[in-house]
């Protein structure tokens, strides 16, 4: 390792007050798919309702699926880093 500046400090050592960025992201990425997951739910839910007459039961069920799958991808993408 060189002491000339502008040198790498290689990946041993961390740099003071390093960035939180990845972790950020991925608390984002969780987030949105949340949000997706649940909005896609509501979605379909109001469709099979107006399609089917059948309101509110399209809609609840839309929800609790859009919530499994939710948990399901937020699950998979935890598991990435443990």
């Known amino acids: ?11 041993e050592k961390e ?5 939180d960025l990845p972790g950020v992201a991925a ?13 896609v739910g509501v979605l379909l839910g109001l469709w099979a309702d107006d399609e089917l007459h059948s309101a509110p039961a399209g809609l609840l069920i839309g929800i609790v699926l859009g919530t499994v799958a939710a ?6 993408q935890v598991r990435r880093f443990l």
């Open 1 to 11: 390792m060189s002491d000339e500046p502008g040198g790498s400090l290689g990946p």
């Open 71 to 76: 948990v399901v991808s937020v699950v998979k």
């Open 27 to 39: 608390f984002a990425v969780m987030g949105t798919t949340i949000a997706s997951c649940v909005a």
């Open 15 to 19: 740099t003071p007050g390093g960035s």
